[in-house]
């Protein structure tokens, strides 16, 4: 079976009130996370509107993407947030892949600093990143956390060299971030060339991708990484054992490939072996692996193109193989077996099918076997697996085919679903994390409900 998302990677973009994450699962885990891998972002300049996602899933949500827009839809498609951390209470001011800021160095319990807030928040397997006001960036979780070093971190610790990030997604090994000139660095395992740099085998500190010069989002999947550029193309590198470049061909790359025939991205969300654009306009398109209907063609043929993902017009945001529609629902195709697709069934499906319950939602995430979304109202509701507590909702159980609500959450503002844990950014810019990973509060732990991992 396919986990859809969760690779956990996710990535965020970040404007006052608005957040986005993605996320992936690790490297050398044979896992197909839905979405996270994710992510996907699109941004713009400090003030405009801005588009983010995760990344980070496997062999069915591609990975938690999304756009985000501070005050309304986005010049550019019009995405607003879906699949990582959201900013903001109104539709209009969606973030997607998650963001979280804490400024200076982090103690031992979290990170306090009543001069930065949190952008952006994304998650992935075992890691988490947040983006700060001051376009720095902070990471703790296993390993690759951008500090020079390989090792553990269960409290936030700041990224060597970054200091103008506008997005990030966080992957299994691996992360990347958009600079604000459209530049992109990654760090972390290149096993499968997934830094873009055809150099090194690893990096513990950021390291530019080769050529890419004016991105406005990048989604990272547990093997391959992607961006969406200014002029509407997209670029994939990395493996391409199932076509997930979306070059025409399944050898994989080192350095940045164009993707055949998109011209008017504005966001990406890669998986475990698949990708998906959000173009302007409100349409989706996939390519990859479909194994389980996570190209949402209505097919399980494997694509090495995209392909249009079936009935969605609407959409303004994307996160692994979901979508944040423009009337405030959410839908979801591919992979079920933990009830991931949220529409009350265990069974894959092809074609998108709309969340039960879901009709005010202003941003969304998906995780390796879980989805959740922030509603209009502050509240965060959370489906499908729920083995590590990462649904939030005080049990570990099989899991739930339905959203459930997350215990004690009113007032968040941005959500990233992990690979077994959650993230949500509060209107405090306090980051509340729950289920199993390192959560940020000083200690690698287990909650079944939130706990505090950053305040300011």
């Known amino acids: 079976m396919h986990q859809r998302g969760i690779f956990v990677s996710e990535f965020s973009v970040g404007v006052p009130n608005v957040a986005c994450s993605v996320t992936l699962s690790p490297v050398g885990v044979q896992l197909r996370m839905r979405c996270l891998v994710l992510l996907i972002l699109w941004v713009t300049a400090c003030g405009s509107n801005q588009v983010s996602s995760e990344l980070g899933t496997s062999g069915g949500r591609v990975g938690a993407v999304a756009a985000a827009a501070s005050g309304g839809a986005p010049s550019t498609g019009g995405l607003k947030s879906a699949g990582g951390a959201t900013v903001g209470t109104t539709r209009g001011t969606i973030a997607t892949g998650g963001t979280s800021a804490t400024g200076g ?133 990395g493996n391409n054992v199932d076509g997930e470049l979306g070059n025409g061909s399944t050898i994989n790359s080192s350095v940045p490939v164009s993707v055949t025939g998109i011209t008017n991205a504005v966001a990406v969300s890669t998986g475990y072996y698949l990708a998906c654009a959000l173009l302007k306009g409100g349409s989706v398109q996939c390519w990859g692996n479909n194994a389980d209907g996570e190209l949402g063609n209505g097919t399980t043929t494997n694509s090495a193109v995209p392909v249009t993902v079936s009935g969605i017009t609407n959409a303004v945001a994307l996160t692994g193989t979901c979508a944040l529609l423009s009337d405030g629902t959410v839908q979801c195709w591919g992979a079920n077996a933990g009830g991931e697709l949220g529409n009350g069934t265990t069974t894959n499906s092809s074609v998108p099918v709309q969340v039960i319950g879901i009709t005010n939602a202003v941003a969304v995430s998906a995780g390796g076997s879980h989805t959740c979304a922030v509603l209009s109202s502050g509240t965060v509701r959370c489906w499908g697996t729920n ?53 940020g509060n000083g200690t690698p732990t287990r909650s079944l409900v939130p706990v505090d991992a950053i305040s300011f």
């Open 387 to 439: 083995a590590d507590g990462e649904l939030g909702v005080g049990t570990m159980t099989v899991g739930n085919s339905a959203p459930v609500t997350v215990s004690g959450i009113t007032n968040a503002t941005a959500i990233a679903a992990g690979n077994t844990y959650s993230c949500a950014v509060l209107n405090d810019s306090t980051v509340q994390c729950w289920g199993s990973a390192y959560l």
């Open 105 to 237: 160095a982090p103690s031992t319990g979290g990170v306090t600093n009543t001069k930065l807030v949190v952008k952006l928040i994304s998650a992935g397997s075992y890691r988490t990143c947040i983006l700060l006001s001051d376009t720095t960036v902070q990471c703790w979780g296993a390993g690759y956390n951008g500090d020079g070093t390989s090792i553990d971190s269960s409290a936030p610790v700041k990224v060597t060299g970054i200091s103008n990030a506008i997005a990030i997604a966080v992957a299994g090994y691996n992360t990347c971030v958009v600079l604000s000139g459209g530049a992109v660095q990654c760090w972390g395992q290149n096993d499968y060339e997934q830094l873009g740099n055809n150099t090194i085998p690893f990096s513990t500190t950021p390291i530019s991708v080769s050529g890419v010069t004016n991105a406005i989002a990048v989604a990272g999947g547990a093997l391959q990484a992607c961006v969406a550029l200014s002029g509407g193309a997209a670029q994939c590198w």
